[in-house]
């Protein structure tokens, strides 16, 4: 019961700063491997999964509600994201990924340092596409991203938001709002996958959902309220801790 606690704690952590601005896998995946060191890998991540993906979808609907995001051009990114994410757990089973781990921190390195260098950046919600474009740009940060997440995943949301805000133009906060949706979606196929797998342990990522939606209700609700500002402020944050953890992951673990 104390482990099945601390892991609710920290799904409720997680479910908070993933609905700001993704990577709550920074805080939850952990907890999982540190309660139960003994379980297999697969199991906690499929686990995680299980837990994870209800309070993501609940900002995707919570955002959805309240901003304004262009379907037309985002469902196809969103069925393309769930493509990625199967191909990508797939290719998982296939080969090691070793060597994506060990670049992982440079390349969140070089987002954190664009991203202080461009004090404007995501500011201002001004896309820069035609239609069509945006589509089709939409659909190819899905696809890649997506794959990331079912092959590697640590950072996926940041990953999105970071993309939708340099390559579309959107600001941090619509942009955190599109990553929820093609995050719901990289979430489904990796948990399908789990599941087909046996890789799920239900009982404890149902208790894990209940507090990732409260935690994830919490910080849509702080995102909505102070903006895109915010939004930015809490991704500087959230990736530079990402940096510490998967650079101790990849160098000196």
Same mark, same amino acid.
């Given at each position: 019961?104390?482990?099945?606690?601390?892991?609710?704690?920290?799904?409720?952590?997680? &479910?908070?700063?993933?609905?700001?601005? /993704?990577?709550? #896998?920074?805080?939850?995946? !952990?907890? +999982?491997?540190?309660?139960? !060191?003994?379980? !297999? !890998?697969?199991?906690?991540?499929?686990?995680?999964? $299980?837990?994870? %993906?209800?309070?993501?979808?609940?900002?995707? @609907?919570?955002?959805?509600?309240?901003?304004?995001?262009? *379907?037309?051009?985002?469902?196809?990114?969103?069925?393309?994201? +769930?493509? #990625?994410?199967?191909? $990508?757990? *797939?290719?998982?089973?296939?080969?090691?990924?070793? &060597?994506? @781990?060990?670049?992982?921190?440079?390349?969140?390195?070089?987002?954190?340092?664009?991203?202080?260098?461009?004090?404007?950046?995501?500011?201002?919600?001004?896309?820069?596409?035609?239609?069509?474009?945006?589509?089709?740009?939409? &659909?190819?940060?899905?696809?890649?991203?997506?794959?990331?997440?079912?092959?590697? $995943?640590?950072?996926? &949301?940041?990953?999105?938001?970071?993309?939708?805000?340099? %390559?579309?133009?959107?600001?941090?906060?619509?942009?955190?709002?599109?990553?929820?949706?093609?995050?719901?979606?990289?979430?489904?196929?990796?948990?399908?996958?789990?599941?087909?797998? /046996?890789?799920?342990?239900?009982?404890?990522?149902?208790?894990?959902?209940?507090?990732?939606?409260? /935690?994830?209700?919490?910080?849509? @609700?702080?995102?909505?309220?102070?903006?895109?500002?915010?939004? @930015?402020?809490?991704? %500087?944050?959230?990736?530079?801790?990402? %940096?510490?953890?998967? $650079?101790?992951?990849?160098?000196?673990?």
């Amino acid at each position: 019961m104390l482990d099945l606690l601390v892991v609710a704690a920290a799904s409720g952590l997680a &479910g908070f700063v993933d609905a700001i601005v /993704g990577g709550g #896998g920074l805080v939850l995946v !952990p907890a +999982l491997f540190a309660t139960y !060191p003994g379980a !297999p !890998p697969a199991s906690l991540m499929g686990t995680n999964k $299980g837990g994870a %993906i209800w309070g993501t979808a609940w900002a995707a @609907r919570q955002f959805a509600r309240r901003v304004s995001l262009n *379907w037309r051009g985002l469902m196809p990114a969103v069925a393309m994201a +769930l493509l #990625g994410s199967w191909a $990508g757990a *797939w290719t998982l089973t296939q080969v090691s990924a070793d &060597g994506l @781990r060990k670049a992982l921190p440079l390349v969140l390195l070089a987002i954190l340092a664009y991203t202080l260098a461009r004090k404007d950046l995501g500011r201002e919600h001004a896309p820069r596409l035609a239609a069509a474009r945006e589509s089709l740009a939409a &659909g190819v940060i899905g696809l890649c991203i997506g794959f990331y997440d079912g092959f590697f $995943g640590p950072g996926t &949301g940041s990953f999105f938001v970071f993309l939708f805000v340099r %390559i579309l133009g959107y600001d941090f906060l619509h942009a955190s709002a599109a990553a929820k949706l093609l995050n719901t979606a990289t979430n489904g196929a990796a948990l399908l996958l789990f599941a087909w797998k /046996g890789h799920v342990w239900w009982q404890v990522a149902a208790v894990l959902a209940v507090t990732n939606v409260a /935690g994830s209700l919490l910080g849509t @609700r702080m995102a909505l309220r102070h903006g895109a500002g915010f939004v @930015r402020g809490v991704f %500087i944050l959230v990736v530079s801790a990402l %940096i510490l953890k998967t $650079g101790y992951d990849a160098f000196l673990r």
